[in-house]
Every structure is written in structure tokens, then in C-alpha cells.
């Protein structure tokens, strides 16, 4: 016979899985996304263009936007605005 505790665990299990699927079909996106950005990103810096700084933020906009992503980012960096190497903001007391 099964007990209560046996179809509690059975349904955390399934919420468990549900849950680590809902993630991944999210998170796949914006890991390809990141990728994808992050070569495109490596190319414009060997080029010479434009030096682009690669930060957390940097990476965080590319995974979201993709390939806009990475556009704003390196037109941000050649207008010296931001993810631009000297593009550091000053503190103010």
C-alpha cells in the first residue's frame, strides 16, 4: 500500500523536474545567445575597430538581446560611453 508520504514525495519529484525543465528551456536561449555574442564580440576586438571591455553587464545585455545585444554594446564602447577600456565612472562624495 502507499502511503501518504510516498505520493508526497512522487508529486515533489515531478514538480522537481517540472521546474528543472521550465529552467533550462528558459536559461538555453540566453546561453546560445552569450555564446554567440561573445565570438561576435571577440571578432570586433581583433579587428580593431573598436576595444570593447567584456564584463558581467556586457554579457548579461548580450544574452538578452543577442545580436542587438552586441551592437549596443560595441556602439556604446566606440562613442567611449560605456565597455569602452577608460569608460570608468567616476565616484562622486
Known amino acids: 500500500m502507499t502511503t501518504g508520504i510516498e505520493i508526497g514525495l512522487l508529486v515533489l519529484a515531478v514538480l522537481v ?3 528543472v525543465y521550465i529552467t533550462l528551456k528558459v536559461i538555453k536561449p540566453l546561453v546560445y545567445n552569450a ?5 561576435l564580440l571577440f571578432i570586433i576586438n581583433l579587428t580593431g575597430v573598436v576595444e570593447v571591455d567584456i ?15 552586441v ?5 556604446l564602447a566606440f ?3 560605456a565597455f569602452a577600456p577608460g569608460a570608468v565612472a567616476p565616484l562622486v562624495f
Open 35 to 39: 555564446i554567440i555574442g561573445l565570438v
Open 55 to 69: 564584463t558581467l553587464f556586457a554579457v548579461a545585455i548580450i544574452a538578452v538581446a543577442g545580436v542587438p545585444g
Open 71 to 75: 551592437v549596443l554594446v560595441a556602439l
Open 17 to 19: 523536474l517540472a521546474a
Open 79 to 81: 562613442l567611449g560611453v
